[in-house]
């Protein structure tokens, strides 16, 4: 599997403005003009209800992919997991370090610390997007995680399943460069999902926000590492 080309423009402005500042307005925009709006004022905050009733549901050590400023690592460390966030901006990273928890600086398609081994992985605030291509990074999750491992992912709240090539977008007119990005319903999901190895373990939605379970298929029968016997090394 070729690995898509890392995303630049995440490192970049006006993304990286919006996270030092800790808020928006922030889109991703489409060559036809189409915006979609990023949260960035959420992304920053502590995680809410919606963000709890999916790290309520991870199993062991946890990967957050595509962490942002990190708010998910940070409440899954208070939660007693081993958890890491990875993610291309440098200023995602640094922003999740000063709140006191572990990232990375790295593409999920580089090499990862622990490949094969953590119980869940994360892909949520429509990271599911990443690399424009929602099969291959499904089955790069895959990769990642252990035999019987879980991945929770956060679909559109629309039917969609669209790959397309977009900027990050300031509205006042700064953007980046464009790069592909795909937006996919909880259908889409599902059935990119089956091709990449998972298989259906839940879904939920909560405060508008949609949300998807998924375990490796072929794997009963494996236990979480608990957080309190897990080594004293992230996997």
Do not use: K
């Not at 500042?21 to 003009?33: C, I, K, Q, S, Y």
């Not at 189409?34 to 946890?62: H, I, K, N, Q, Y």
């Not at 464009?178 to 091709?195: E, I, N, Q, T, Y």
């Amino acid at each position: 599997m070729s690995a898509p080309v890392r995303p630049r423009c995440w490192q970049a402005d006006p993304y990286t403005d919006a996270l030092r500042t800790g808020r928006g307005p922030l889109f991703l925009r489409r060559a036809d003009g189409w915006m979609l709006p990023l949260d960035v004022e959420r992304w920053c905050a502590v995680a809410d209800r919606a963000d709890m009733s999916v790290l309520a549901r991870c199993e062991g050590t946890v990967l957050d992919i595509g962490c942002g400023p990190g708010r998910l690592v940070a409440a899954l460390s208070e939660l007693g997991h081993r958890a890491l966030g990875v993610d291309v901006s440098r200023a995602a990273v640094a922003r999740t370090e000063r709140a006191g928890a572990p990232a990375l600086c790295r593409s999920v398609f580089d090499r990862l610390p622990g490949e094969g081994r953590w119980d869940t992985a994360l892909l949520i605030d429509g990271n599911i997007g990443i690399g424009g291509d929602p099969r291959a990074l499904l089955a790069r999750a895959a990769q990642l995680t252990a035999p019987c491992g879980l991945l929770l992912a956060e679909a559109d709240p629309v039917d969609v399943d669209e790959s397309v090539r977009v900027r990050v977008d300031d509205g006042r007119g700064g953007a980046g460069a464009d790069f592909p990005w795909a937006r996919v319903g909880v259908r889409a999901l599902l059935a990119h999902a089956r091709a990449a190895g998972w298989a259906a373990a839940g879904q939920w939605q909560e405060q508008g926000r949609s949300f998807v379970g998924l375990r490796r298929t072929g794997t009963v029968g494996h236990q979480a590492h608990s957080a309190t016997t897990a080594p004293g090394r992230l996997p």
